[in-house]
């Protein structure tokens, strides 16, 4: 039997169909159906290291884990991670080949569908379904030519299309039924069905509407879905997520929303116990000075955020903290400001120069050509537990400070604390999805942590995903409409 691919794709950005997708590779994996996900194109600076040694956007790596896999470059073979407002680097099949400006992407996206086309090619060997993830919304009609990420893919690949609309955020009928008078006639042929994301409330008051849609577009109508109350508990892709609702334990933990952050499901195991109140602050909010901890966490400027962080007065507000006596943690790029100085003479992040760093660590950083990608298993030296993480990072920092490591990473140290501890930084991410390593740090600030796995939290939220999708959407008849490839 040749191997079948279905494709989600939106009315727009954060429609919901890198949830959708997850869901549907949940519900086909309980069918018994080997199951793979996979984007072309994705924009995210939330990324994952791969079992094969290159990174994917986090969507696919949850993805993934709703399919029972493990980890590939190519379930992302494209990935965009915005350094600055016009420029972003490429990621090929898990490695950087590039970094583009946006006037120029257009000119490079006919030669990354080669790539593209290639990934899917091999990821279809190893499963007989594929789940497809679209980018944005297909009715970008300006992005048309030359497109892998939507309809250009769906073409070339001949994968079957089910739109999703978001009547979360209004007009959703237009949303549909404008997707199919504004893109070329041949791609409307490539749409199977829709179906309606995120409604709040009695799905029977959009019967009507939902009867309008399918007589403007004589297109399938798969179901409503509501919204899905347990996805706080999944990892967020995009930063338009971080608002969403946290914990509300009497230990603070602040993170500021840099403009580049990267990696910021780091801090979802946290957010999910019930002794801590994370708060995520947004720009032009000063941080809480209840704070116990602040953590600065990943981002794909270093040097850029440092200065944003300035520019929001947040490095003012972040002194006030350690001089009460607050405990602050950098990861990655947010251990990297940390130091004295961060420099990059070759520019590999932006202009090339060096910042003054906030002085809380005796470190300093210098980028260098070379990028670190690996899954890791490191030693706490703190309280000589495991963590099981990943670095992913371009940099390398040394001084006074790191002569007291953070972790040991197979034997090597890694990270810096200051003198009195309360300052620390480490390169390595995902290190509080390891329960007993979280528990052990929370109970150096006398919390105890709940007594549940966080990953096991994740797998089961996924299961009530698929349940939630199985109950209101024709899930059989969507997996049905999946085409030869």
């Known amino acids: 039997m040749p191997t079948r691919a279905i494709m989600i794709q939106g009315t727009g950005s954060n429609v919901g169909k890198s949830m959708l997708v997850a869901g549907l590779c949940r519900a086909a994996l309980r069918r018994g159906i080997s199951v793979a996900p996979f984007k072309p194109q994705n924009m995210s600076n939330n990324a994952a290291v791969t079992d094969d040694g290159g990174e994917i956007g986090r969507a696919q790596a949850l993805q993934a884990m709703a399919s029972g896999r493990d980890l590939s470059v190519h379930m992302n073979p494209v990935l965009l991670k915005p350094e600055t407002d016009t420029g972003s680097q490429v990621v090929v099949q ?58 250009g893919f769906a073409r070339a690949a001949n994968v079957p299309v089910v739109l999703a609309g978001d009547i979360d955020r209004g007009g959703v009928i237009a949303q549909i039924v404008g997707t199919k008078a504004v893109i070329d006639p041949d791609d409307a042929a490539m749409i199977a069905g829709f179906l309606i994301n995120k409604f709040r409330g009695d799905v029977r008051l959009f019967d009507d509407g939902y009867q309008d849609i399918i007589r403007r577009t004589g297109w399938l109508g798969f179901g409503v879905l509501p919204w899905f109350y347990g996805a706080h508990l999944l990892p967020a892709e995009d930063a338009v997520d971080l608002a969403r609702a946290r914990s509300d334990g009497d230990f603070h933990i602040v993170c500021p929303m840099l403009s580049r952050i990267s990696n910021f499901d780091d801090l979802d195991p946290l957010a999910a116990e019930p002794a801590v109140r994370l708060s995520m602050i947004p720009p032009g909010t000063p941080l809480p000075a209840d704070a116990d901890l602040v953590i600065l966490p990943g981002t794909k400027s270093t040097r850029g955020d440092l200065a944003f962080l300035r520019s929001q007065g947040w490095d003012i507000d972040l002194h006030a903290h350690v001089r009460r006596g607050g405990h602050v943690l ?24 060096q910042d003054a760093g906030l002085g809380l660590l005796d470190v300093e950083t210098r980028m260098a050509a070379g990028k670190t990608l690996t899954r890791a298993t490191a030693l706490h ?12 990072h371009i940099g390398q920092t040394t001084g006074a400070d790191c002569q007291r490591p953070f972790c040991q990473i197979n034997d090597a140290p890694d990270g810096a604390v200051s003198r009195d501890g309360k300052i620390a930084g480490t390169y390595l991410h995902g290190l509080f999805s390891n329960d007993t390593f979280r ?28 349940d939630h999708m199985e109950k209101h959407l024709d899930v059989s008849a969507i997996l049905d409409c999946a085409g030869p490839v």
């Open 330 to 353: 950098g990861i990655c790029g947010g251990y990297q400001m940390l130091g004295q100085a961060v420099s990059d003479p070759a520019g590999l992040e932006g202009a090339a120069g």
């Open 94 to 151: 898990g490695r950087v080949q590039s970094r583009l400006e946006a006037r120029d992407f257009g000119g490079a996206r006919g030669v990354l569908l080669k790539p593209v086309m290639e990934s899917f090619g091999i990821l279809a060997k190893s499963a007989d379904l594929i789940i497809v993830e679209g980018a944005g919304s297909p009715a970008e009609t300006n992005l048309r030519q030359g497109d892998i990420a939507n309809m």
């Open 439 to 466: 528990a052990a740090w929370l109970g150096q600030f006398g919390l105890a942590a709940a007594p549940v796995s966080y990953s096991q939290t994740v797998d089961d939220t996924l299961d009530q995903l698929a």
């Open 381 to 392: 030296c703190g309280t000589q537990t495991q963590i099981d993480g990943y670095e992913i």
